[in-house]
């Protein structure tokens, strides 16, 4: 079977795929951002894979969820905005001391260095209607605005839902615009982008374009030994085949903690009729049944119980099934680069407890699995390599990770994270008419450098304030 590649049109903030009516297919990102829980404690970890198992229960029918995880080097908003800062302080020595932090961050960040994770929810359903009774321009203009009006009421109610799931772990999501949308296509599409940090995006978006005539602007060539090569770039697609024989929360940053930039994650849900999964078991019960009436093999009994507590489940509504595609692409502009990068990807799958992967070779196969995979597309028809699952275990699996930054976006100070990402520190945090100041401690051996750190936070925060009072012992705060 070949895939067509999905096109459509940034309309109201929503993406629509084909046309306004039976056959047509409506979609909205979502950008999520969790709180970090790499170090938490394992009763948080709980708590969110609690949240994450709510949201795929809210799905209905005919909602599809996707899940697009991808890293990049972008700080670039931040540090243009902390540069600002420096401009309008007098102090030669803090405008020297953040002009330096400016530089290096923004040369680091250039040269790919820095890594930030990010996380956009897809939410899709299809249409169903058929306009039959209109005939004129005038009716059927005014019926079409009438459903967009209705769909974007109904997107509204699902983000509304959406944070009120995740509200009690800190989490932001936040609705995207057309212009929102665009710029995901854009560096989907076109992974070059990635490279240039001095490319506005927004001027190139015409809303009156479609997706592909806005966004896709290299095609895609497939290659004799794997993959496809587009937009300077070789390609691979790995698809997972098997989940792992156990998962926890947690799980999923093996592969997402990887110190790369160059790939992304997509994770099509698609929800399953419970009455269909319930039909299905208990015909293969029922053979299972005959197999033993006939064998009288004692291990028979063994599937047969697990069947009946699987039908129980089902029917009570403890287990919610589903089926999933699970694809990774990789990119890199050498096959060398891209074959090492492969190889990351490939070792961190056969650490997940057995889970097992499938390299695209043809490029037929990839270039199907790669359609699969654009931003709020979850309704093509291959389906070759969706997984069924089970809501506990697929929230485990769900790419859902995040760059912990900090105040990063109204940052007076900034500092180097542990995993080359940027952080940013507030002395005073809360509304711009109602803050308070923040307390702090700084821990650590004997020539650690904690005056050095507290020293270069002075340094960067000093024109927030009229004057600073040290009291200290040792001189450590002479310059």
């Known amino acids: 079977m070949f895939e067509r590649p999905p096109n459509g049109f940034f309309v109201r903030d929503l993406i629509l795929f084909n046309h306004l009516r039976r056959g047509g297919y409506v979609a909205k990102g979502f950008v999520f951002e969790p709180p970090d829980l790499t170090n938490s404690p394992i009763a948080d970890l709980n708590e969110f894979q609690e949240q994450l198992c709510l949201l795929l229960a809210s799905l209905h029918d005919n909602q599809r969820l996707q899940v697009q995880y991808f890293s990049d080097s972008d700080y670039k908003t931040e540090l243009l905005r902390y540069q600002q800062e420096t401009e309008r302080f007098e102090n030669v020595w803090t405008k020297r001391s953040r002009n330096e932090r400016f530089a290096r961050y923004w040369q680091a960040m250039v040269e790919r260095k820095l890594r930030r994770q990010r996380v956009v929810f897809y939410i899709s359903r299809s249409l169903e209607n058929v306009p039959r009774t209109l005939t004129s321009n005038a009716a059927l203009r005014e019926y079409y605005l009438t459903l967009l009006d209705q769909l974007e009421m109904e997107f509204t109610h699902v983000h509304h839902l959406l944070k009120e799931i995740f509200a009690s772990a800190g989490t932001r999501v936040l609705p995207m615009t057309d ?90 849900v698609d929800p399953l009729p419970i009455t269909q999964e319930i039909n299905k078991e208990e015909k293969e019960h029922d053979r299972v049944a005959g197999d033993y009436a006939s064998e009288k093999k004692i291990s028979l009994l063994t599937v047969m119980e697990k069947k009946q507590k699987k039908i129980h489940a089902l029917m009570q509504g403890q287990t919610i099934p589903f089926k999933a595609l699970f694809v990774i692409r990789i990119w890199d502009k050498s096959k060398d680069g891209l074959n090492a990068k492969a190889s990351a990807i490939k070792n961190a799958i056969n650490s997940m407890n057995s889970a097992q992967y499938f390299e695209s070779n043809l490029p037929s196969t990839s270039k199907n699995l790669f359609f699969q995979t654009w931003p709020g597309w979850t309704w093509g028809r291959y389906e070759h390599r969706k997984l069924y ?19 990063l976006a109204t940052a007076e100070a900034i500092f180097d994270g542990p995993n080359n990402n940027l952080i940013g520190v507030e002395t005073f945090s809360g509304s711009k008419d109602n803050q308070s100041p923040q307390h702090a401690v700084l821990l650590g051996m004997s020539g650690a450098g904690k005056s050095v750190t507290v020293c270069d936070l002075l340094s960067q925060t000093e024109g927030y304030f009229a004057y600073t009072v040290i009291i200290e012992e040792g001189l450590s705060y002479g310059i």
């Open 179 to 268: 212009l929102d949308h665009f710029k995901h296509y854009k560096t989907f599409l076109n992974p070059s982008l990635a490279d240039r940090f001095d490319f506005d995006a927004a001027q190139d978006f015409q809303p009156e374009l479609s997706v592909q005539e806005n966004c896709w602007h290299s095609e895609g060539n497939g290659q004799s030994d794997f993959g496809f090569y587009m937009d300077g770039h070789y390609h691979s697609v790995i698809a997972l085949t098997r989940w792992p024989r156990t998962t926890y929360p947690g799980i999923i940053q093996r592969l997402t903690n990887l110190r790369l930039l160059d790939y992304a994650i997509t994770v099509n």
């Open 389 to 407: 699952s089970e809501h506990r275990y697929l929230a485990d699996m769900l790419p859902v990770t995040s760059t912990f930054t900090g105040h």
